[in-house]
């Protein structure tokens, strides 16, 4: 496809359990994003990598969240010992190598929606 | 740092009749600042972006936004509502300091359009 896809698109876990996330970027898109969208309330940063160099984990709430990129493409984002203040939409962005100071712009997957019980 | 505010978490229109959804930023920088929307069960699409080079941005489905740096607001106006555009928008920004490259989100606002 075209765009940025996310899979599963909605996952159900019990509290406890882990989880894994997937995301396919636009292809020769070198940068990739992590954000969480709790309900109603607007996407927050979780963590970025350029190619399979994770440059940036500053939003990632706690040490039970862990993303990698290994070859540079597909990214998953993994929740160990989920709990229920993890149901939230996850989001995926990429975007594409651009000018130095440049801004390119960031295409957003569906997101997974997932829910603790 | 930078942060986003949009003043009004629900606005409704009248179809035919103009949007206005409000967002004032700060940041420590020279702002990049731009406008998502959000469809259920869609992904976000951007509507336009501003950096730094107009300050009337035009947008796809003929959003505009214009950033007022003295007022530090970058509110999304559009002359005549569409059935179509009832959705959630998102006012977004990055500044250039550092290498951060993350987009910071407002808490959004969501569009109805009344028939």
């Known amino acids: 496809g075209a765009g940025v896809s996310q899979s599963p698109r909605y996952k159900v876990a019990k509290r406890g359990q882990d989880v894994a996330l997937r995301c396919d970027p636009i292809?020769?898109?070198?940068?990739l994003f992590w954000y969480q969208q709790a309900l109603g309330q607007g996407p927050e940063f979780l963590t970025y990598?350029?190619?399979?160099?994770?440059?940036?984990k500053s939003g990632l709430p706690s040490d039970r969240f862990f993303a990698e990129r290994p070859e540079g493409s597909v990214s998953t984002l993994k929740i160990q010992r989920t709990q229920q203040e993890d149901s939230a939409v996850y989001l995926c962005?990429?975007?594409?190598?651009?000018?130095?100071?440049?801004?390119?712009?960031?295409?957003f997957g569906p997101g997974t929606r997932l829910t603790v019980l | 740092a930078q942060s986003v505010t949009q003043l009004d978490s629900h606005v409704s229109v009248s179809e035919g009749t103009p949007v206005l959804l409000r967002c004032n930023y700060s940041?420590?920088?020279?702002?990049?600042l731009f406008w998502y929307v959000q469809h259920p069960n869609k992904g976000l699409q951007l509507l336009l972006k501003?950096?730094?080079?107009?300050?009337l941005v035009k947008g796809i489905n003929g959003f505009e936004a214009e950033f007022k740096k003295s007022e530090t607001s970058f509110h999304l106006t559009k002359p005549s509502a569409h059935m179509s555009d009832a959705a959630e928008y998102f006012c977004?920004?990055?500044?250039?300091?550092?290498?951060?490259?993350?987009?910071?989100f407002g808490s959004g606002t969501q569009l109805t359009v009344l028939p």
């Open positions: 962005a990429s975007s594409a190598p651009g000018l130095a100071g440049g801004l390119n712009e960031q295409f």
């Open positions: 292809s020769g898109h070198v940068s």
């Open positions: 990598f350029q190619n399979e160099a994770q440059l940036d």
């Open positions: 940041s420590s920088y020279s702002p990049s």
């Open positions: 501003y950096t730094s080079a107009a300050t």
């Open positions: 977004v920004v990055r500044d250039h300091s550092g290498s951060a490259r993350q987009l910071t």
